[in-house]
C-alpha cells in the first residue's frame, strides 16, 4: 500500500508548523490561505519555497501547512523547516542536499529571557560611581 500523503512538524523561535506534502502540481496553502495572501513579504515566500525549488520539487508537491505562533519571520522558518522533514520523509534521497543546505536541523536560537536585577536579557541598569 503507496502512502500519498506525509506529514512532518516544522520549528522555529516560539512557531511551530504542522505540514503535510502530496503530490500534486505546486500549491502552497498556509493556514487556509494562499501562500501570497499569508506571506506577503517576497523574501518570506522565498524562505519557505527553498528546500522544493533547491531539490526542483516546486510543481510535484501541493503542500498544506498549519502554522501558530510567533511572529511571520518565524514562521516562515518553521514552515521551511516542516516542508524539509517532510520533503525527506518522501523521498529519504534527498536528505543529503537537504543536510547540505542546512535545511533539516532546527535553528535553535531564540531569544534570551529578561535577567532580575538587570534592564533586559544582557543590558544592566545604570551605574553610578558617587
Do not use: C
Not at 534527498?94 to 535553528?107: C, N, P, Q, S
Request: proline fraction near 2%; hydrophobic fraction near 35%.
Amino acid at each position: 500500500m503507496e502512502q500519498n500523503s506525509f506529514y512532518a512538524t516544522g520549528k522555529r523561535k516560539t512557531s511551530t508548523a504542522r505540514t503535510w506534502i502530496r503530490p500534486g502540481s505546486g500549491k502552497i496553502m498556509v493556514n487556509g490561505m494562499d501562500v501570497e495572501n499569508y506571506f506577503r513579504i517576497d523574501t518570506h515566500r522565498l524562505i519557505l519555497g527553498q528546500p522544493l525549488s533547491m531539490t526542483e520539487r516546486t510543481d510535484r508537491y501541493d503542500v498544506t501547512v498549519t502554522v501558530k505562533g510567533g511572529g511571520i519571520s518565524g514562521q516562515a522558518g518553521a514552515v521551511r523547516h516542516g516542508i524539509t522533514k517532510a520533503l525527506v520523509e518522501a523521498e529519504p534521497e534527498l536528505r543529503a542536499v537537504l543536510k547540505k543546505a542546512g535545511f533539516i536541523t532546527r535553528d535553535d536560537r531564540a531569544k534570551e529571557r529578561k535577567k532580575y536585577g538587570q534592564r533586559a536579557a544582557r543590558a544592566r541598569f545604570q551605574f553610578s560611581k558617587r
